[in-house]
């Protein structure tokens, strides 16, 4: 009987608990050690794997929050409404996951509250953080429904739920607000350093590229989340919502490639596209990945009518924006600053705590709140179901 009772033993929960086992020993580091002994951080890169990856890439895939949130309750488009909370609680952990990344970057976590209080009105990192600690309380609310909804007491549970539905509205408007503003604020923050961005990322449009990418991005990580709680989670959606996602972030590749083609050409940053250096190759890596061969994969009925097409098809939009915001991070600044960074092995472990905890997180939400209808174990339908009843391939 105890061994029921026991996990079972999986390749993937050995993984997790070496991560979790490795970074719990790198976030000692860090607080014990201090930045020079658990980092490679200097007064030249002094933004590295933290803030490329914590910061630029945890909000920008959080996008689809206020994008499908706004979409339903502002837009009406009550389609998309089984995929919300999907996207919400996404949303929430990737934000939760910015704020904890904020303590390995800055230290001293029992001062986090000092932002709120002691206001640097010139400086834009204080924008980025009023706009993430506002944006991460209004996910919260936009989420507890799920949690309310646990409550025992029936009258309890339907009077706050009550409160809630008249506020949701409200509530939303003031996420897309905020959110459009920090995708926003994040691309803006690299206009400070004029001559230290090299060309190819440095333009005066980049607070409109980050934007442009990030609901794309955003909207790839649901498509992900989605696809990967039908395959391991027992969920099931409509698959028709998630051919409409893929034809939405083809659309907005391409206002992207068109927009950023424009600005390298407007912007000089043409000239540097087909130099042989590094930065020239890592520019094409990302605009591959992100943009062009995605937007070209889309544009087949096969690649979006098939889940496993468009799960890998979106796979790559998420790999090339994390590549994107690395680049901004510290590729394109290596060369200005003559110095070549390597994040140590404990920036990589915190960075892969996070991202665990992110994932376990969301494993046990979606086993225990009701985020997304699941198949009952009784019966084993397929999970992938078109609009017209009939079963799409796998």
Known sequence: ??????????????????????????????????????????????????????????????????????????????????????????????????????????????????ILIYWNHNSMLFDVALCVATYT????????????????????????????????????????????????????????????????????????LFFLSAIAGGLAMTVIALHLSMRSLDARIDYSILRELGRVISLLLLVYVIFRGLDLIHTGGARYLFLPVRETAFFWLEVSLLAIIPLILLQFNKIVNTPMYLYWTCCMVVAGFVVNRLNVCITAFERSMNTLYTPKWSELATTLLMIAGCVVAFRYAVLYLDIMPRIKRVMKPERWLSDNGAVARA
């Open 1 to 114: 009987m105890m061994t029921e009772k026991l996990p079972r033993i999986s390749i993937w929960r050995v993984l997790t608990l070496l991560i979790f086992i490795a970074g719990a020993y790198a976030t000692y580091l860090r607080f014990a050690a201090g930045l020079h002994g658990s980092s490679n951080l200097s007064d030249g890169m002094p933004w590295g794997m933290w803030v490329g990856f914590g910061t630029l890439c945890g909000v920008g895939l959080s996008a689809g929050a206020f994008a499908l949130s706004g979409a339903v309750y502002v837009l009406g488009m009550e389609r998309y409404r089984p995929i919300v909370r999907t996207a919400v609680l996404l949303g929430f952990l990737g934000y939760c996951s910015v704020c904890v990344g904020y303590f390995y970057e800055l230290g001293l976590p029992w001062r986090c509250w000092h």
């Open 137 to 208: 309380t209004v996910l919260t609310l936009e989420f507890c429904p799920a949690l309310i909804e646990k409550i025992p007491w029936r009258k309890t549970r339907e009077l706050v739920l009550h409160w809630h539905h008249r506020v949701t509205v409200g509530v939303v408007m003031a996420g897309v607000l905020l959110s459009s503003m920090h995708q926003s604020f994040l691309g803006g923050l690299f206009l400070i350093a004029p001559g230290k961005l090299y060309p190819l990322w440095y333009t005066h449009n980049i607070h409109a």
